[in-house]
């Protein structure tokens, strides 16, 4: 993924995310809607008539739909975590996730698409019934985070920045397989169809 790195406040150009905008109840009834969106780009893909599509990367150096798929499974899980260690913690460090190193480590390229969707829902809905319930001073609480760069971050910015990670993905999904997925093809006709098969009646 050597695209630009998305922008981590203020609006970003790509996929629309607004940092500045959004209340909390909303940001996350968006991040679910759009997780389930990631998910069903993913299996309508690997149902459709070359699964392999979730497979191709449309550049060597862009990531392919289950890879970015697996990804937006393991930011939710990771982040779900993130907000337990940060109410748990006085001063909460994050270890970092290793976002590239994951790719060939788990070998996201040959997981199960209709698995990866699966646990990215389930995810999505263990992060969101995490994040609802959060309190104004506990969203102002700040742990020390790696991404872009080493900074105090409060656990509202983790929510956003989250909700970013989905947007964000959710877009280069559908971008990718848009590029990437055949055009369908009708299905030949009955006289074209049969006349690779020995004939089944007399
Ligand atoms: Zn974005």
Redesign the pocket.
């Known amino acids: 993924m050597t695209k630009q790195q998305?922008?981590v406040d203020g609006r970003?150009?790509?996929?629309?995310?607004d940092y500045d905008t959004g209340d909390l109840q909303g940001t996350v009834t968006t991040l679910i809607r759009q997780a389930a969106d990631c998910s069903m780009a993913l299996t309508k893909a690997a149902a459709g008539p070359d699964p392999d599509v979730v497979r191709l990367r449309p550049e060597p150096e862009v990531w392919s739909a289950i890879e970015y798929a697996c990804h937006v499974r393991d930011v939710l899980e990771t982040q779900r975590a993130r907000i337990a260690q940060c109410l748990a913690e006085d001063r909460p460090v994050y270890a970092p996730m290793d976002r590239t190193g994951r790719v060939k480590q788990l070998k996201y390229e040959d997981q199960d698409p209709m698995e990866v969707a699966a646990a990215l829902m389930r995810f999505a809905r263990e992060f969101g019934a995490a994040a609802r319930v959060l309190t104004p001073p506990q969203l102002g609480k700040l742990g020390l985070y790696n991404y872009p760069v080493r900074a105090p971050r409060t656990l509202g910015w983790i929510i956003r920045h989250t909700a970013?990670e989905i947007?964000?993905h959710r877009?280069d999904i559908i971008t990718i397989l848009a590029r990437v997925e055949p055009p369908i093809v009708p299905k030949p006709k009955p006289d074209e169809a049969a006349t690779d098969d020995p004939p089944s009646q007399l």
């Open positions: 998305p922008p970003c150009d790509e996929c629309g995310f970013h947007q964000h877009h």
